[in-house]
C-alpha cells in the first residue's frame, strides 16, 4: 500500500483523554501543603457557607430592622445612612453570595458541558480519520489493479 498521509496525534488529544474539566471545587485551595493558606481556604469557605444563604439574608433583614425605629426618629440622614450601611450592606452581602453560587455551579456545568463536546469531537475526528484510512487502503488496491491491468506505455525509440 502506497502510504497517502501520516496522521499525527495533537498532544492536546492525549490530554483531553487522561483529564477532566477543572471545577470550582478544584481550585479553592483546600489540600494546599501551606497549613495557612489550607485554614484560611477552610475557613473562608466555611463562613462563605453560612453567610451565603438565603436564611442570612432573612436574619440580616430583621437585624438591620432593629434599627429602623431609631434612624426614622433621628431624621432623613439617618434613615438614607441607615438604608446604604446598615439595611443594603447587611442584605445583599448574602444575596450577592448566593448569585454567584449559582453562577459558579453554572459554569462547572458549562465547563463539563464544553469538555463532553471535546471529547465527542476528538471521538467523531478520530472515526473520521479510520474512514480515510480506509479509504487510502481502497484507492492503494485500485491503483495496484490499474497499474498490473495496464501494460506499460512503449518505450520510445530514436
Do not use: C
Amino acid at each position: 500500500m502506497v502510504k497517502i498521509y501520516e496522521y499525527r496525534h495533537h498532544p492536546r488529544a492525549q490530554e483531553l483523554r487522561e483529564g477532566r474539566p477543572v471545577k470550582s471545587t478544584d481550585v479553592r485551595r483546600l489540600d494546599h501543603r501551606n497549613v495557612f493558606v489550607r485554614f484560611n481556604a477552610r475557613f473562608g469557605l466555611k463562613i462563605t457557607l453560612i453567610v451565603g444563604t438565603m436564611w442570612a439574608a432573612y436574619l440580616f433583614t430583621v437585624l438591620a430592622l432593629f434599627a429602623l425605629p431609631s434612624a426614622v426618629h433621628q431624621g432623613t440622614y439617618y434613615v438614607i445612612v441607615w438604608l446604604s450601611s446598615s439595611f443594603l450592606q447587611l442584605v445583599l452581602l448574602p444575596i450577592i453570595i448566593v448569585g454567584q453560587n449559582i453562577q459558579a455551579a453554572t459554569a462547572d456545568k458549562r465547563a463539563e458541558d464544553t469538555y463532553k463536546d471535546a471529547e465527542a469531537v476528538l471521538k467523531e475526528s478520530e472515526e473520521i480519520q479510520k474512514h480515510l484510512l480506509a479509504q487510502d487502503q481502497a484507492i492503494s488496491d485500485i491503483l495496484e489493479r490499474l497499474a498490473a491491468a495496464v501494460p506499460p506505455p512503449p518505450a520510445a525509440t530514436a
